[in-house]
């Protein structure tokens, strides 16, 4: 009877109070926007922009855009795990994320013009990387180093698309979104890491994997760009293809791990799949469109969900053992809706990769029904994580800045990142 007459907690604004509320809003909101509209421009031949060619503009855009949009908010975050230091402030997060959407709106602007096009998309990666940097970065120095010289290697493979559009360097835009994509994929491959080390064990092995895939993406990403010769470029693939999936066996598949560990397998074995295709792709056996949307749909598609799940849900506070718990926020709930949401976004993988390569008479049509399960994906997505994202408890408000942690340190059990506080009160907090 009592917890019907206690009043509910207060809720407060909490947008800008961290980097993955931000970024993982507007990327929720992108997935959902740019694949939209890619389906309208597909279906109806027009062009959304004069800047970019159409497909041009739709690669571009689901990169730089939507998949920056969640490396951003995933990043941001880390960092301050990383560094001990204090939440960015709000207004920093703020400039960060107009610049962003600035660079997603301005092509879309009549007589805009593209130099100014080209100056605020570029401008972004390099401010990330610059907000990005921690103060103390002793204990986790490789795994920064690799991200700072990712940012600026994303920042030159942007300057190449914009360097081709402008007309000052020729045939540098398919380059440029192919090194993207590639160092999506190595960002994938460092940084999964880190979510795989909070739900299993993270042992020297898995280092040293990890290690060799960064090695073997690096030679096949030289190899692509400059060796044509079908037969290397088929086995640097298939090699590529077993040192991601001998990561997935160190795992240890087990029942009783969550979903969110077994969408991080499906994660993998679209990005193993899409090495395997492009063995095929090398000659001529399926289209090469389809191996790269096996990276991109399958692989970073569902990557992006499991870590936009997995930051917001895991990283709250649990409530009070007086406070009752709603089912939607319940661990079963919580199971349900992750195994949907992944369920769908692999129906869009499937109906990208795998259908047309036995059906190509229904290509264009596949092409729309896989648009619309990933716009499903993600306005399933937005339903349950935008209120948990914009708002928070009021016992969920950052630290004061006296009492902010000297520095987290991933919980094993819950997957969430906890700190020691200075001077912390005797009696129970919430």
């Known amino acids: 009877m009592n917890d019907f007459l206690r009043e509910p907690p207060q809720m407060q604004f ?7 509320r931000a970024f993982f ?3 929720i909101l992108a997935g959902v926007a740019l694949i939209g509209l890619w389906t309208i421009v597909y279906s109806t031949k027009l062009s959304p922009t004069n800047y970019y060619e159409p497909i041009g503009w739709h690669g571009h855009e689901m990169l730089f855009g939507f998949a920056v949009a969640v490396m951003a ?3 941001l975050t880390l960092s301050e795990s990383w560094s001990g230091t204090q939440r960015k ?3 920093v997060l703020l400039l960060l994320v107009l610049v962003w959407a600035a660079g997603r709106i301005s092509p879309l602007v009549p007589d805009m013009p593209p130099a100014f096009i080209a100056f605020i998309d570029v401008v972004f990666l390099p401010l990330l990387a610059l907000v990005f940097t921690p103060q103390r970065i002793a204990k986790v120095r490789f795994h920064y180093n690799f991200v700072f010289l990712c940012l600026w290697l994303m920042t030159l493979a942007n300057m190449l698309i914009h360097a081709q559009i402008l007309g000052i360097l020729e045939n540098s835009a398919e380059p440029g979104q192919g090194l993207m994509l590639y160092l999506m994929l190595l960002m994938v491959v460092v940084l999964g890491s880190q979510v ?22 690096t030679a096949f990403s030289i190899v692509v760009v400059s060796v044509p010769d079908p037969l290397i470029l088929a086995v640097m693939a298939l090699i590529t293809a077993l040192v991601f999936a001998s990561r997935i066996f160190v795992w240890r598949l087990d029942k009783q791990q969550s979903p969110m560990m077994w969408a991080l397998y499906n994660a993998y074995i679209w990005i193993v799949m899409g090495f395997v295709l492009y063995s095929l ?9 389809l191996c790269l949307h096996a990276f991109t749909v399958g692989g970073l598609g569902t990557m992006s969900v499991i870590i936009m799940m997995h930051m917001t849900l895991n990283n709250r506070p ?3 053992k007086t406070e009752p718990v709603s089912f939607s926020d319940s661990p079963r709930s919580i199971t349900y809706f992750a195994i949907a949401i992944i369920v769908v976004i692999n129906l869009a993988a499937i109906s990208r990769v795998f259908i047309p390569i036995f059906n190509q008479q229904t290509y264009s049509g596949l092409i729309l029904v896989s648009s619309l399960f990933w716009v499903l994906t993600f306005v399933l997505l937005f339903l349950r994580l935008a209120p948990a994202l914009t708002f928070a408890r009021a016992d969920e408000a950052p630290l004061p800045k006296s ?12 997957g969430s990142s906890t700190a020691t506080v200075a001077n912390k009160p005797k009696q129970a907090t919430s």
């Open 89 to 91: 402030k709000g207004s």
């Open 25 to 27: 809003f507007v990327a």
């Open 73 to 75: 908010g995933y990043l």
């Open 318 to 320: 649990p409530r009070p």
């Open 403 to 414: 009492a902010a942690a000297p520095a987290a340190a991933p919980d094993t059990k819950t």
């Open 14 to 20: 909490a947008l800008w109070k961290l980097g993955y």
């Open 281 to 289: 792709s090398a000659y001529g056996y399926v289209q090469e469109v």
């Open 196 to 217: 795989s080390a909070q739900q299993v064990h993270y042992s020297a092995t898995e280092k040293r994997i990890t290690l060799l895939s960064v090695l073997a993406m």
